[in-house]
Structures are given as C-alpha cells and as structure tokens.
T-cell receptor, first 109, second 113 residues
Framework: DAKTTQPNSMESNEEEPVHLPCNHSTISGTDYIHWYRQLPSQGPEYVIHGLTSNVNNRMASLAIAEDRKSSTLILHRATLRDAAVYYC??????????FGGGTRLMVKP | EAEVAQSPRYKITEKSQAVAFWCDPISGHATLYWYRQILGQGPELLVQFQDESVVDDSQLPKDRFSAERLKGVDSTLKIQPAELGDSAMYLCAVSSRPNTEAFFGQGTRLTVV
C-alpha cells in the first residue's frame, strides 16, 4: 500500500495561495514528511520537510495535522513557475524516501 | 556545479541489449539512491546505498539489473538484457543524513525498442 496519497491534479490562479493536500495515515511515528516538485524532463527538487511541527522556508510552508495522518503544502503566492508535479514523500529513519503518485499543479495567469 | 551529474541524458537501445547508466555526485553524501520513473507516475526506488553497501534493493529486478558504488561516491546501474518494459526515466539522488534534503540528477531517459 502507498504510504502517501494525493489528488491527481489541482488548478490555481496566479498570485493566489495554493494548498496541496496529502494523506499518510499509515506512516510510522518516526517517518518524516517531505515534499518535492518536478518540472518536465528534470529530476525532483526538494521543497520542504517536517516531522510534527509546522515548517516554513523561503519556498513554502508545511502544515502537519496533529494526528500526523495528513499534511498540507502551502504555496503562499503561486506563480507560473510553480506549475509542476508535487510529490508528498515519506522519509524513514533509514533514509528511505518513498514517493507517492504526485499532484500536477496547473497555474492559470 | 550540479550536486549530481548523470550520463547519458538519453539512451535508445534495442531489447536484449545491455545498457549502463552513470551517476557522479559531488562527494560528502553517504546515501545514494537509484529510482525508476515511468511516464506519468512517481519515482520508484530501485536501490539504496549507504556508502559502498546496499541497504535496500528489494524492488530491483536482480535477474537483469545490477548496481554498484565501489568507492562510495559515484555509481553505475546496469540492465542486461533490456526489455521493452524498462523504458523509463532513471534518476539518481544523494543525501548526507537521514531526513535532510536529497539532491536529484536530471535523469537518464531510456527507450527500449
């Protein structure tokens, strides 16, 4: 069974916030939640990661539910360059990264 | 300089032929991963190294795939013989410690004809 599940696609308007959801009800208590994004014909690019607390960096924010069964990646102001496939990834203590199916984000001007 | 260089970027090979991919990361990353990504799907882990040692290869089709990381830095992934279903993007990634940023190469797109 997949460790993480995401909607196949989402659409957003430029300069508006985007909330990308991820369900991970079966992850263990020590698994981190990572997010990567991938542009066409490129390798995935790190976005953010966290364990229990909400996290912020220059790219995005990560909100993790108190029960850790879900999380949300927040892009505060979507730009056209944010159009990509976003992957919610479970990272275990052995440094194994398990990717989900990803959400294709489309940004409309 | 990119954290991870992969070569070749593109490879077309006939089925039943042998093919090899190279991953050349900058030094300092203990963990190295090879992923396979079929078009429209998320990356699937094939093999994970910690320094020179394999820590997980449960999804590696060992009858035809092999991987090595002899000096704990660069790595090769080989397929022999290639099958039509092996057509995919092969991605190499590295990281320094558990649950830190992983750096991916641009991948090798393999087409088996």
């Amino acid at each position: 069974d997949a460790k993480t599940t995401q909607p196949n696609s989402m659409e957003s308007n430029e300069e508006e916030p985007v909330h990308l959801p991820c369900n991970h009800s079966t992850i263990s208590g020590t698994d981190y939640i990572h997010w990567y994004r991938q542009l066409p014909s490129q390798g995935p690019e790190y976005v953010i990661h966290g364990l229990t607390s909400n996290v912020n960096n220059r790219m995005a924010s990560l909100a993790i539910a108190e029960d850790r069964k879900s999380s949300t990646l927040i892009l505060h102001r979507a730009t056209l360059r944010d159009a990509a496939v976003y992957y919610c990834v479970a990272g275990d203590a052995g440094n194994m990264l398990t990717f989900g199916g990803g959400t294709r984000l489309m940004v409309k001007p | 300089e990119a954290e991870v260089a992969q070569s070749p970027r593109y490879k077309i090979t006939e089925k039943s032929q042998a093919v090899a991919f190279w991953c050349d990361p900058i030094s300092g990353h203990a963990t190295l991963y090879w992923y396979r990504q079929i078009l429209g799907q998320g990356p699937e882990l094939l093999v994970q190294f910690q320094d020179e040692s394999v820590v997980d290869d449960s999804q590696l089709p060992k009858d035809r795939f092999s991987a090595e990381r002899l000096k704990g830095v660069d790595s090769t992934l080989k397929i022999q013989p290639a099958e039509l279903g092996d057509s995919a993007m092969y991605l190499c990634a590295v990281s320094s410690r558990p649950n830190t940023e992983a750096f991916f190469g641009q991948g090798t797109r393999l087409t088996v004809v």
